[in-house]
């Protein structure tokens, strides 16, 4: 049953960014093996060469096979050229046993705001028409796709949200995954579960949150998230129905 780790703005370089709590984060990575990491963007504060080779150093510490996005803050500074040449392409797939994962970037250089862009629409609906039959079908990017509580005034939503979210209910999509407002939470939205993750490593959190990261396992037969607080709270759980199908074990 796959284990996935989702976490997201560890914005690494900036005076919010916790080590000890990345520290803590990797350790459990190591002793829980889970079958891939996702990182949802905000790698970097400032999308900077050295914050990226900082952000370099502690993603090569864990020990998972890893999916990544960037996030705005790693496209300041045109900051996506250093995400390229050392994480890897911005839009790309990834598979696990009955799960197929197609990731996007939603950043544009120096815009808080995020998008997707109708020139990518044929790439993602390429990409999930090459999923496999039966997989759970997942969607990473940065941006949130619906309006997060407790996380201040909305802004930076997807400015495409509307058209994307269609484009995902036609693509019968499972679950998304997303970050960029700090602040975890989790919605069922026409048979998807869209799961936001907070910041996993700073202390620019909202009001009284803690810094938070999810844990998801994929299956047999449905999806569950942990949303977990480092201890600072009991974890959050939810689960959520597979109608596809059921997944290997
Ligand atoms: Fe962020
Ligand atoms: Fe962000």
């Known amino acids: 049953m796959p284990r996935v780790y989702h976490l997201s703005d560890i914005h690494v370089g900036s005076a919010h960014f916790l080590p000890e709590l990345l520290e803590r984060l990797i350790e459990e990575i190591r002793a829980e093996r889970p079958d891939l990491v996702v990182v949802a963007g905000d790698l970097t504060d400032k999308g900077l060469p050295h914050q990226y080779a900082e952000a370099k150093r502690w993603i090569d510490r864990i020990e998972a096979p890893l999916l990544l996005t960037p996030g705005n803050h790693d496209s300041r500074n045109v900051g996506y050229v250093h995400f390229e040449e050392l994480f890897g392409a911005r839009y790309r797939t990834h598979r696990l046993p009955g799960v197929y994962l197609v990731a996007a970037d939603s950043s544009e250089p120096d815009l808080d705001e995020g998008r997707i ?51 995902l209910v036609e693509h019968e999509v499972d679950l998304v995954l997303t970050g960029h407002k700090h602040v975890p939470w989790v919605w069922r939205f026409e048979g998807m579960l869209i799961v936001n993750a907070g910041t996993a490593a700073t202390n620019r959190v909202r009001g009284k949150g803690h810094p938070s990261y999810a844990v998801i396992d994929l299956g047999p037969d449905r999806v569950t998230v942990r949303q977990r607080y480092y201890g600072a709270r009991p974890d959050e759980v939810y689960h959520h129905p597979l109608t596809k199908g059921v997944i290997p074990r």
């Open 117 to 167: 862009g109708r020139t990518i629409y044929p790439w993602l609906e390429e990409a999930f028409h090459r999923a496999p039959e039966g997989a759970v079908r997942v969607f990473v990017t940065h941006h949130h796709l619906l309006p997060v509580p407790g996380a201040g005034r909305e802004r930076n939503i997807l400015q495409d949200a509307g058209d994307l979210l269609r484009l």
